[in-house]
Nanobody, 124 residues
């Protein structure tokens, strides 16, 4: 069992930055692939970024590539999402998730555990 808790969301102006954190409980954190998803009002939850268990491999959606960076610190049982050059269309609830797979995973149903989400609002 893995429990995930996101933090770091808030209100920021367009062009600004935020860093989201996802704190995990459970000593098996380092064996999970971690991902970030987001859901805007009235829209489906969409993939944002994912990172392998070692942190050596990352993958991003086209909409955030070059602006967002996913990372992890296995010693601290935490995953991060650094978000730069934020745009109003980045406004959403952001969720972290963990997957028991070594393969690239970008689909919701590939992830086994989810956090409760943190709101990010970008004003224009």
């Amino acid at each position: 069992q893995l429990q995930l808790v996101e933090s770091g969301g808030g209100l920021v102006q367009a062009g600004g930055s935020l860093r989201l954190s996802c704190a995990a409980s459970g000593r098996t954190f380092s064996s999970y692939r971690m991902g970030w998803f987001r859901q805007a009002p009235g829209k489906e939850r969409e993939f944002v970024a994912t990172i392998s268990w070692s942190g050596g491999s990352t993958f991003y959606s086209d909409s955030v590539k070059g602006r967002f960076t996913i990372s992890r610190d296995n010693a601290k049982l935490t995953s991060y999402l650094q978000m730069n050059s934020l745009k109003p269309e980045d406004t959403a609830v952001y969720y972290c998730a963990a997957a028991r797979t070594s393969r690239l995973a970008t689909m919701r149903d590939e992830y086994d555990y989810w956090g409760q989400g943190t709101q990010v609002t970008v004003s224009s």
